[in-house]
């Protein structure tokens, strides 16, 4: 789920953004400029009832202009406004994640935004609920 996730966000910055390369390792030496990384600094687990587990997951997008912009704090700072519009909504196979908690940041270093989404996993049964089964349709 997690990888669906970061798929359905490299997918949408490529399509918005054809000239950025995107990134998920932060440590890329020799980055293409301009670009963006995608990652997951924090993540949490807790254990709910049912054998339910939850985890948050925090998600950074960091942009990275090149360096010719002449006023890279303004295209910084509309860049991250398009992407807290864009990504109200994330695509994964499960269905929509719904991100919470946005922050931004825009300066002429860099722009970044960062979000929280919440997945609720339940653990696949180790044990088949049927033993077996008789030839006649009967369960042991």
Known sequence: ?????????????????????????PKDAGARLPCFFVTAPLGAQKQR?????????????????????????EENRRI???LLR???RIPAAGGVVTPYNWAWEADREHGSVQFQVRLRMRPVAADPLIASETTKGDVK
């Open 1 to 25: 789920m997690v990888s669906d996730i970061f798929s359905g966000i490299t997918r949408m910055l490529k399509e918005r953004y054809p000239d950025h390369t995107v990134y998920r390792n």
């Open 49 to 73: 009832l049912y054998d339910v587990m939850e985890e948050e997951l925090t998600i950074q997008i960091v942009r990275l202009p090149s360096g010719h912009v002449k006023k890279p704090t």
């Open 86 to 88: 864009e990504l109200r």
């Open 80 to 82: 991250a406004g398009e």
